[in-house]
């Protein structure tokens, strides 16, 4: 080979391996920079979960113990050991103690108490003799629990420490477990139940238990299920116990919360005592999804029941809620909780005894039992601080009894408008209605809420509410009370035209400032005066009881008023011992169906619906109070308290009327006749005078007065065939004439049967005509009348005829005839006749031929026929009987149809 080439392959060669030497190298220094970083990464990742799931979570790993053993990580390792060590170092010396010290304060007795000695408590303190402890005494308002004990916390080094979680009012709980893990959470959920229902008097908080894999839960906690303090579900109709506490949640917002309280926690507070238990309701799964529409019903209970007092206990039960959750998780690596974190090891405490549980709760009923049988005084319903502080703008609320030593609250606001109550008599409406007008009087002060008080039967049961000789003060709220208006249907027929009235300047006002209800209109309207307006009418049936213009036109207006009061914020509260056969509710359910609020008392029929029978089984002293228009779902059973005589009754009227000044209310007694004096009192003065018949049955109790100006026809009859009233009437009319007639005018007294009192005309120049002189008297003044007719002399002249048919026999044709003139040209020159005719018919007779039924323009009847009266009001067909006290009148210049008037009393007693 020739030494050129040689030397050149000897290059070629030498370059090529210089080239793998540094490929070489090359390739061996990346190799190892691989493997560096390759062992940087795994030790960083391992020193990552170390700080993440914490060096005792990992050693507790078998699969990894040999990375603990590898060299590679062993610098992760003593890192993250001297990183924890140093972390806990400033917590081991004080921290437990400091925990468990936060704990025992949060939750006090059994709440935080370890072992099981707390229970032993519970069965002593069940004892009626029970002295120095506080259990099941505590009513839930103040100073209750804020934390519950579920067991111990461990880290790897130092003390253990308690671990509570936060529930009532709080949070929900969830619980995950596995297989094995299953016994030892229920054991845990029984215990919570155990802790919270010793902590509370029993029934502040009740327990529903669903377990989809049987029909109960706990066999421990069954005697509890005795006085409905636990309540089991059937497995297969969650879709029940769902409805129930979305319709629990919804009552508690319509008729608790509305007053604007955020909570039942914060109405309680305001209240100084809870008016609806905590309901905690556990729910036991089996790890499987619940139904779709399941699910968003339980995730709607959740985001609202803390607020309504029902709280979740969630055992296996999948779900997600968008509310608080604290959460208890069992594994095969041990059991974390939300409270504490995931590096904390909890260890729940051992599952109580059976026996003991069950001895505790069977002495948990045994108090419930004592509870329920304590008799609830009245005083027991009453705020603390009995004034009123709360506002009706939205409504009226006020509890009327109790179950379970709760309060059962009646609402009467644009849900619930008007209340029907029924029950046979003495099963106890009059308490009923004294106990409801009682508490809300404690509650609400005059400014906020008025009263128009109604009893039809005979009784005086609202007459306490007024001023009286024993006790002078009143009930400020009531406005009107009426008594004894059993025959005075009439008055009730005024009472309805008053709330229609006030319904429509409501609706004026409202409209004046574009809203359209009372609520709106106190909002928009702060300086103006729009109290709610609750009328109470006990035995309202007899205001329907007859078919004539009385019923139709109370018919009438009840429809109005109950289909559009609610809107105006006034309240019907009708009471009846048997509603159902009263046509204007049955024939109208535009009525009747406004009636939502439903009391059934003891035996009471067809007040709730058709099919709720539940008040054929009510003991007395108790009601059935239903919201929901008497459908079963709504009933609250409540017993009611004793509101009568001894009661603290008296003590809220007195307390409210030294808070507050103002008139008394009006008084109508249909059993009283009203005084002459007080009737001329609102008899107007001035311009024509006129003649006092009676006392109008209306709202002001105002006179029947009958003005007798100059004109045709303004003559006065009195009708009666008995002389007692008759005289009554007759002394009013002509005391009335005596207040009101100028002083030149005359009077012409003729007391042909009977006298009239001495008072009637006392300062009046009278002349006296007795039956001799009568014929002679008549027939000057018919010639009287005949002269004024062009003389222009209107000097007023009253002619009073006490049984004025006694004189016929005496008065012959020429007699007779002069008497027709007076009445018929008498009154237009000044001259006006007020008698007293002893029938009907002889002065129909009189006014004929040269005069007529129109010349006596005015005319009361008492104890005549409204047959009789027919002819003196011609076309009005006048259905009327006569009634003690009571007469049928009509002015032909005022009136459309007759009305009934009160007679008044005798003239001398006023004197």
Same mark, same amino acid.
């Given at each position: 080979m020739a030494p050129g080439r040689k030397a050149r392959r000897d290059r070629v060669t030498a370059a090529f391996d210089a080239f793998h030497a540094a490929a070489a190298r090359a390739l061996g220094a990346a190799a190892r920079q691989r493997e560096s970083a390759v062992r940087a990464q795994a030790e960083a990742m391992f020193e990552l979960w170390l700080r993440r799931e914490g060096v005792a979570a990992v050693r507790a790993d078998p699969s990894l113990a040999p990375a603990f053993r590898s060299p590679v990580l062993a610098a992760a390792v003593?890192?993250?050991?001297?990183?924890?060590?140093?972390?806990?170092?400033?917590?081991?010396?004080?921290?437990?103690?400091?925990?468990?010290?936060?704990?025992?304060?949060?939750?006090?007795?059994?709440?935080?108490?370890?072992?099981?000695?707390?229970?032993?408590?519970?069965?002593?303190?069940?004892?009626?003799?029970?002295?120095?402890?506080?259990?099941?005494?505590?009513?839930?308002?103040?100073?209750?629990?804020?934390?519950?004990?579920?067991?111990?916390?461990? #880290?790897?080094?130092?003390?253990?420490?308690?671990?509570?979680?936060? /529930? %009532? *009012? @709080?949070?929900?709980? &969830? +619980?995950?477990? !596995?297989?094995?893990?299953?016994?030892?959470?229920?054991?845990?959920?029984?215990?919570?139940?155990?802790?919270?229902?010793?902590?509370?008097?029993?029934?502040?908080?009740?327990?529903?238990?669903?377990?989809?894999?049987?029909?109960?839960?706990?066999?421990?906690?069954?005697?509890?299920?005795?006085?409905? #303090?636990?309540?089991?579900?059937?497995?297969?109709?969650?879709?029940? /116990? %769902? *409805? @129930?506490?979305?319709? &629990? +949640?919804?009552? !508690?917002?319509?008729?608790?919360?509305?007053?604007?309280?955020?909570?039942?926690?914060?109405?309680?507070?305001?209240?100084?005592?809870?008016?609806?238990?905590?309901?905690?309701?556990?729910?036991?799964?089996?790890?499987?999804?619940?139904?779709?529409?399941?699910?968003?019903?339980?995730?709607?209970?959740?985001?609202?029941?803390?607020?309504?007092?029902?709280?979740?206990?969630? /055992?296996?039960?999948?779900?997600?809620?968008?509310?608080?959750?604290?959460?208890?998780?069992?594994?095969?690596?041990?059991?974390?909780?939300?409270?504490?974190?995931?590096?904390?090891?909890?260890?729940?405490d051992p599952p109580l005894p059976r026996q003991q549980v069950t001895d505790a709760c069977s002495a948990i009923v045994r108090a419930h039992e004592a509870w329920r049988a304590k008799v609830s005084t009245f005083a027991d319903l009453l705020p603390k601080d009995r004034q009123g502080r709360l506002t009706s703008e939205s409504g009226v609320r006020a509890p009327v009894g109790f179950t379970d030593g709760m309060h059962v609250e009646l609402a009467l606001d644009d849900a619930s408008p008007h209340a029907l109550i029924g029950g046979p008599s003495g099963s106890g409406k009059t308490n009923l209605l004294l106990a409801m007008i009682g508490s809300m009087a404690a509650r609400y002060d005059p400014d906020e809420l008025h009263f128009y008080l109604l009893d039809f039967k005979e009784g005086v049961s609202f007459a306490q509410f007024a001023p009286g000789r024993r006790d002078a003060s009143w009930l400020p709220h009531a406005q009107l009370i009426g008594i004894n208006v059993n025959t005075d249907r009439e008055f009730g027929l005024a009472l309805l035209q008053f709330l229609a009235e006030e319904m429509r300047r409501r609706a004026e006002a409202a409209k004046s400032f574009e809203v359209t209800k009372l609520e709106e209109l106190r909002r928009a309207d702060p300086g103006g005066h729009w109290p709610r307006i609750v009328a109470v009418v006990d035995e309202f049936q007899y205001l329907f009881a007859e078919k004539d213009q009385v019923t139709r036109q109370a018919t009438a207006l009840l429809e109005d008023v109950a289909r559009r009061g609610r809107s105006q914020g006034i309240h019907l509260v009708f009471a009846s011992q048997d509603v159902s056969g009263i046509e204007a509710f049955w024939g109208r359910p535009a009525i009747f169906e406004q009636f939502v609020l439903r009391i059934a008392l003891p035996r009471a029929r067809r007040v709730l619906a058709n099919l709720n029978d539940a008040a054929l089984a009510l003991p007395r002293w108790h009601a059935i109070v239903n919201h929901e228009s008497g459908m079963k779902h709504g009933n609250e059973i409540a017993r009611i308290p004793d509101a009568g005589a001894g009661s603290d009754l008296d003590e809220v009227q007195r307390a409210a009327h030294e808070r507050y000044t103002g008139p008394p209310p009006r008084l109508f007694d249909g059993a009283r006749s009203p005084a002459v004096r007080g009737l001329l009192a609102a008899v107007p003065l001035g311009g024509a005078p006129r003649a006092l018949l009676g006392q109008v049955?209306?709202?002001?109790?105002?006179?029947?007065?009958?003005?007798?100006?100059?004109?045709?026809?303004?003559?006065?009859?009195?009708?009666?065939?008995?002389?007692?009233?008759?005289?009554?009437?007759?002394?009013?009319?002509?005391?009335?004439?005596?207040?009101?007639?100028?002083?030149?005018?005359?009077?012409?007294?003729?007391?042909?049967?009977?006298?009239?009192?001495?008072?009637?005309?006392?300062?009046?120049?009278?002349?006296?005509?007795?039956?001799?002189?009568?014929?002679?008297?008549?027939?000057?003044?018919?010639?009287?009348?005949?002269?004024?007719?062009?003389?222009?002399?209107?000097?007023?002249?009253?002619?009073?005829?006490?049984?004025?048919?006694?004189?016929?026999?005496?008065?012959?044709?020429?007699?007779?005839?002069?008497?027709?003139?007076?009445?018929?040209?008498?009154?237009?020159?000044?001259?006006?006749?007020?008698?007293?005719?002893?029938?009907?018919?002889?002065?129909?007779?009189?006014?004929?031929?040269?005069?007529?039924?129109?010349?006596?323009?005015?005319?009361?009847?008492?104890?005549?026929?409204?047959?009789?009266?027919?002819?003196?009001?011609?076309?009005?067909?006048?259905?009327?009987?006569?009634?003690?006290?009571?007469?049928?009148?009509?002015?032909?210049?005022?009136?459309?149809?007759?009305?009934?008037?009160?007679?008044?009393?005798?003239?001398?007693?006023?004197?």
């Open positions: 003593e890192r993250a050991e001297r990183d924890r060590l140093a972390g806990l170092s400033g917590w081991l010396p004080d921290g437990p103690r400091a925990l468990a010290d936060v704990v025992a304060d949060a939750a006090p007795g059994p709440a935080g108490a370890r072992g099981t000695a707390w229970l032993d408590e519970v069965v002593r303190a069940a004892d009626p003799d029970a002295s120095g402890t506080d259990l099941l005494r505590n009513e839930g308002v103040k100073d209750h629990p804020e934390l519950w004990r579920i067991g111990a916390g461990h #880290l790897e080094i130092g003390d253990a420490f308690p671990v509570a979680l936060p /529930l %009532l *009012d @709080e949070s929900h709980l &969830r +619980i995950d477990s !596995v297989p094995e893990s299953r016994p030892a959470a229920e054991a845990l959920v029984e215990q919570l139940l155990m802790r919270m229902l010793a902590c509370f008097r029993p029934g502040i908080l009740t327990v529903d238990v669903w377990d989809v894999g049987q029909y109960g839960l706990m066999p421990a906690l069954y005697p509890l299920a005795r006085t409905g #303090l636990v309540t089991s579900h059937d497995p297969n109709r969650l879709g029940d /116990l %769902l *409805d @129930e506490l979305s319709e &629990r +949640i919804r009552k !508690v917002h319509s008729r608790v919360l509305v007053g604007g309280f955020p909570s039942l926690r914060a109405h309680a507070a305001h209240e100084g005592r809870r008016s609806e238990p905590w309901v905690v309701v556990v729910l036991a799964g089996n790890r499987t999804a619940l139904p779709e529409d399941q699910q968003r019903q339980l995730q709607r209970i959740a985001r609202s029941g803390l607020a309504c007092g029902i709280h979740l206990v969630m /055992l296996d039960v999948p779900v997600t809620v968008a509310a608080p959750v604290e959460t208890v998780r069992f594994s095969r690596q041990g059991v974390r909780c939300s409270m504490t974190g995931q590096h904390v090891r909890v260890e729940p049955i209306d709202m002001a109790g105002s006179a029947a007065a009958v003005e007798l100006p100059d004109a045709p026809g303004r003559n006065v009859a009195v009708l009666a065939s008995a002389s007692a009233e008759a005289l009554r009437v007759m002394g009013a009319a002509a005391a009335a004439l005596a207040a009101s007639a100028p002083a030149e005018a005359r009077f012409v007294v003729a007391p042909l049967v009977g006298e009239l009192p001495a008072a009637a005309l006392a300062g009046r120049e009278v002349e006296t005509v007795g039956l001799d002189g009568i014929r002679t008297r008549i027939e000057e003044l018919a010639r009287e009348v005949k002269d004024r007719v062009g003389s222009g002399d209107r000097r007023p002249v009253f002619v009073l005829l006490l049984g004025a048919d006694a004189a016929d026999p005496l008065l012959e044709r020429s007699g007779t005839e002069a008497l027709r003139t007076v009445l018929r040209f008498g009154p237009e020159v000044g001259l006006h006749v007020v008698g007293w005719w002893r029938s009907a018919t002889r002065l129909r007779q009189l006014l004929t031929l040269s005069a007529g039924v129109d010349d006596v323009g005015a005319w009361i009847g008492l104890d005549v026929q409204g047959s009789e009266l027919g002819a003196l009001a011609p076309g009005l067909g006048t259905t009327w009987a006569p009634r003690p006290g009571r007469g049928l009148f009509f002015d032909r210049a005022v009136h459309a149809r007759p009305e009934v008037v009160i007679v008044p009393g005798p003239l001398e007693e006023d004197a």
